[in-house]
């Protein structure tokens, strides 16, 4: 085992702060990353703060992971030291439940083993990627395309694949007419993998203070949700409405833009619990449906789908320093569009 320099939350409200977790010996199927980038999720902080259950402390986060392989078991053979690798939410499954026969790790039966905050195969708390290095088994560590920055990696892991996953599932392409409500670190990148494929692109975003930048990703159009008469022009105009924020919506005024057969798609963890109106559902049979991130299969498909597109999430870079603010500028929505930490600076 080793100990190495990390990022730490020390309780469920104290600030992050310089500390070290331990990493296990590398084992015959195991990979040692050297972490170069580790992007900055909202599932960071809710982790951290509790929202989404109580957490074993000290924790250390971070599941969009970039890196380079230092080591590898004797009995390896997807990566070699030196390869440009990643690692996304998860870092082991059960292997054997359909969900993950079928390539659908993040659906498995027995809960896939999540990169921070699950209970690993020897019982031990998993740490994430603020640190300098993580040890994951082969099957669950991605080929990073070369084409795509290596800063910009990182968010792909989790951003990237989330909204993909259900874009690809629900057949979004030529024809479609899709609906992104809200352009950050998700929305932003929905907009640009639908645009990719093909799809007639909206943003439905409080206010148009980022429009240029929504149309500069690929959106053909842009619209305020906060003036009521978007809802009155818009009604029956969408395919597949993309749903990437996490605050409460009137989810009931967004199903009335879906056109026949629409569908309402939600990636995003809102607080409240959604209220649907039956006969809203009932008229042009609309649908309302969630998904999560993607497999691994799925998740290689989308780095290399966003090497040969050109695709990368536009990135601030930050240094170790700068997480605690960072993290108050998430929540704050004050981000363009995704934070980005140096791995050098966190020891």
């Not at 009521?228 to 395919?239: H, I, M, N, Q, Y």
């Amino acid at each position: 085992m080793t100990t190495v320099p990390a990022i730490v939350a020390p309780s469920v409200e104290a600030p992050l702060e310089p500390g070290t977790v331990t990493r296990r010996a590398v084992g015959p199927k195991d990979v040692r990353i050297a972490i170069a980038w580790a992007g900055i999720c909202h599932s960071d902080i809710h982790t951290v703060r509790g929202d989404w259950g109580p957490q074993t402390y000290p924790l250390t986060v971070g599941h969009e992971i970039a890196g380079t392989v230092a080591e590898v078991g004797a009995e390896v053979t997807k990566h070699a030291v030196g390869d440009r690798v990643g690692v996304g939410c998860m870092v082991n499954s059960c292997r054997e439940c359909d969900a993950c026969r079928a390539g659908l790790e993040q659906y498995c039966e027995k809960g896939n083993i999540q990169t921070y905050g699950g209970t690993d195969l020897d019982g031990t708390i998993t740490q994430g990627g603020y640190s300098t290095e993580i040890v994951v088994d082969e099957d669950f560590v991605l080929r990073v395309p070369e084409s795509i920055p290596y800063e910009k990696v990182a968010p792909l892991l989790c951003a990237g694949i989330t909204t993909y996953s259900p874009l690809r599932h629900w057949n979004v392409g030529p024809g479609t007419r899709v609906a992104v409500v809200g352009l950050g670190g998700l929305g932003h990148m929905a907009v640009k993998i639908a645009h990719a494929l093909g799809a007639e692109v909206t943003v439905l975003s409080r206010t148009l203070s980022k429009r240029e930048d929504g149309l500069a990703m690929g959106a053909s159009h842009y619209y305020a949700t906060s003036d009521p008469a978007t809802f009155t022009e818009l009604k029956g105009s969408f395919d597949v409405i993309l749903n990437t924020i996490s605050q409460s919506l009137d989810t009931n005024a967004f199903l009335k833009l879906l056109a026949l057969d629409g569908t309402f798609i939600t990636v995003a963890a809102s607080p409240e619990p959604i209220e649907i109106v039956e006969f809203t559902l009932q008229n042009n049979r609309r649908s309302i449906a969630a998904s999560t991130i993607g497999g691994i299969a799925e998740t290689q498909e989308m780095l290399d789908f966003c090497a040969e597109h050109g695709i990368a999430p536009e990135v601030e870079i930050i240094g170790a320093e700068q997480i605690n603010e960072a993290w108050a500028r998430v929540l704050a929505s004050d981000v363009r569009f995704r934070f980005v930490i140096d791995a050098a600076t966190f020891g």
